[in-house]
């Protein structure tokens, strides 16, 4: 009986790009984590960074001004509304640097690059909060002026899935926007000959 000698398969050992794949995706799970635990002992003081411009913009479009109460957030009395921790946008920009991190994780290999594209990420991310909760607090306060016609309009059910609409249409389309950019650039860090 003649014996076969076996050839075992030699282990691939994963590439220098998983390696920094795994690098940026566990650096920003820990800024998800950080912001996320930091946001569960937050005040107003402490989200006055993303509070302010939303109220100066809900200010700048609506013509209407705001008071700061420091304990409470922005009110504006002639809207009857308050501008707390609990409209803050602090979950959508964890979500939107997620997206940007998966994008810059997926489509670019080189390592400094990818934390440079974080960095770039996590500001990014932070703009599209601060547009996205003032469309959605000033679409907020367009439909309350119709809530006369349409009474289930000012219920708080109405509120959340106006909001969760205004999220969720907003970052598909920064998802969108991110792919567009990318299918239009292939070239983002490959070596030139």
């Not at 979950?91 to 290999?109: D, G, K």
């Not at 119709?146 to 509120?159: C, T």
């Amino acid at each position: 009986m003649k014996y076969k000698l076996q050839k075992f398969p030699i282990p691939i050992l994963p590439s220098k790009s998983f390696y920094n794949h795994l690098i940026l995706v566990s650096i920003t799970l820990g800024m998800v984590f950080i912001i996320k635990y930091w946001y569960i002992s937050s005040t107003e003081k402490d989200l006055f960074f993303i509070l302010y411009p939303v109220t100066g913009l809900i200010e700048l479009y609506s013509g209407q001004l705001s008071v700061y109460l420091p304990d409470s957030g922005f009110y504006f009395s002639s809207l009857n509304i308050l501008i707390n921790k609990s409209c803050s946008g602090v979950n959508f920009w964890v979500i939107a640097l997620c997206v940007s991190a998966w994008n810059v994780a997926n489509h670019i290999h080189d390592l400094k690059k990818k934390l440079l594209g974080l960095a770039l990420s996590l500001l990014c991310a932070y703009v599209l909060t601060l547009f996205t909760n003032s469309l959605r607090i000033l679409t907020a306060i367009w439909l309350t002026d119709l809530k006369e016609i349409v009474p289930w309009i000012a219920s708080s059910w109405f509120h959340q899935a106006q909001g969760a609409f205004t999220y969720l249409s907003v970052l598909v389309a920064y998802h969108l926007g991110i792919q567009t950019i990318i299918s239009h650039k292939k070239t983002f860090d490959y070596p030139t000959v």
